[in-house]
């Protein structure tokens, strides 16, 4: 909105009306027919669907589901053992659980 312009709640109905080149009635058909041949419908665009396969690999965009991925894998791996982790399937459940719950 432009610093100079007033939102539209806050201007006068009739200066409002004049604004816009209608009246209190409202638009006769002809300038119902004219502004839509000008404008076109007011109509918004249907969302573009996704299938599964995009949406699951969008959630993997986030940092913290990288980094929990990481140290899923890393639990099972031999290099667990030299960081500290058990290798037990306890840590990698924890972390896949981490991972879901933040990818609601």
Known sequence: MNR?????WSI????????LQTTSRGLSNNEVWKRLEQYGSN????????????????????????????AAVLSFSPLGK???FQPLPIWFFLIVGMIVFFLH
């Open 82 to 84: 030299i960081f500290g």
């Open 43 to 70: 109509r918004l665009r249907p969302k573009k669907k996704s299938d599964v396969l995009t949406l699951l690999f969008s959630q993997f965009k986030s940092p913290i589901i990288l980094i929990l991925l990481f």
């Open 12 to 19: 006068p109905s009739d200066k409002l009306l004049e604004r």
């Open 4 to 8: 100079h312009e007033m939102a539209f």
